[in-house]
């Protein structure tokens, strides 16, 4: 069975850092696009930064110029790098990622169980 497990979140002041990664393990062929989400408490789940597995990214206007997305395809891993953070990136950050299982199988999308983020003023 394919896990997702995001590690990283936090507490940390506006204007610093964060790194989150995301390992995918358990009867994997091959993954295709991986992404991070996130959540705020009654809100819907709204996409951060999404990386296919050609390395092309694609990232949520209210981030760009200051998370980058990666991934290891080697190690089945995506990582989340996120500086200049202010409070309104307060979130529950989930990744996802597009996991095929057997060559004769289509992929199917998978999720973390989140990790969280806050960013104090």
């Known amino acids: 069975q394919v896990q997702l497990v995001e590690a990283g979140g936090g507490l940390v002041q506006a204007g610093g850092s964060l790194r989150l990664s995301c390992a995918a393990s358990?009867?994997?062929?091959?993954?295709?696009?991986m992404g991070w989400y996130r959540q705020l408490p009654d809100k819907q789940r709204e996409l951060v930064a999404v990386i296919t597995s050609g390395g092309n990214s694609n990232y949520a206007d209210s981030v760009k110029g200051r998370f980058t997305i990666s991934r290891d395809i080697a190690k089945n891993t995506v990582y989340l790098q996120m500086n200049s953070l202010n409070p309104e990136d307060t979130a529950v950050y989930y990744c996802?990622?597009?996991?095929?299982?057997?060559?004769?199988?289509?992929?199917?999308?998978?999720w973390g169980k989140g990790t969280l983020v806050t960013v104090s003023s």
């Open positions: 358990g009867g994997i062929f091959s993954i295709n696009d």
């Open positions: 996802n990622a597009d996991v095929q299982s057997n060559p004769l199988r289509y992929a199917m999308t998978y």
